[in-house]
């Protein structure tokens, strides 16, 4: 890899997260936004439990839409769903809600952007989330930013980091002694 002699590995946006998390007068502004997101997003997730549960619970309740893109339904809803927006217990699609989804955007994910409670992708964000570049209270990654980051790059804030190669900023070497 090749650097200039003044500048640090890792990337500089997750640094600069890092260390305004750092500020305890300064967190709660940079938080704001982040809780928004977060209570629109469980507002969302409680708004549409009554349709996933509806579906997941039924054998009779199928639904394909006759508008197909790339071969795929639109919206599907079934226990084993299918589609672009896919709606089941084992939902796979570019949009998933289930028990077991697989999409780019699901809510237990697995997929290329991942959302949920427990995320695995390039992308993860997640109580619990693995990935390329990962976000939430348990981040394991190449750069992993969370109360418990772990990775080559992992930034914590106030939390905890072990970083392989870079933690909350700071070098390897300086990291031990």
């Known amino acids: 890899m090749l650097t200039r002699p003044s500048s640090k590995p890792g990337p500089r946006w997750m640094r600069d997260i890092s260390e305004s998390m750092s500020?305890?007068?300064?967190?709660?502004?940079?938080?704001?936004?982040?809780?928004a997101f977060f209570i629109l997003y469980m507002v969302a997730c409680v708004g549409i439990t009554h349709l996933v549960t509806a579906v997941a619970l039924s054998k009779d309740y199928v639904y394909e839409s006759s508008l197909r893109i790339g071969g795929l339904p639109l919206v599907s809803y079934s226990p084993a769903a299918h589609g672009i927006i896919a709606l089941?217990?084992?939902?796979?699609?570019?949009?998933?809600?289930?028990?077991?989804?697989?999409?780019?955007?699901?809510?237990?994910?697995?997929?290329?952007?991942?959302?949920?409670?427990?995320?695995?992708?390039?992308?993860?964000?997640?109580?619990?989330?693995?990935?390329?570049?990962?976000f939430g209270g348990l981040a394991v990654g190449r750069a992993a930013l969370g109360a418990l980051a772990v990775g080559n790059y992992a930034y914590a804030g106030t939390g905890v980091a072990y970083g392989s190669l870079e933690a909350s900023g700071r070098q390897k070497e300086h990291l031990i002694g």
């Open 88 to 134: 089941g217990v084992r939902a796979t699609g570019i949009v998933a809600v289930g028990g077991e989804a697989i999409g780019v955007i699901a809510g237990v994910a697995v997929g290329v952007i991942s959302l949920g409670g427990l995320s695995i992708g390039i992308v993860a964000l997640a109580g619990v989330a693995l990935g390329w570049r990962a």
């Open 23 to 35: 500020d305890p007068d300064r967190i709660h502004k940079i938080m704001m936004p982040f809780w």
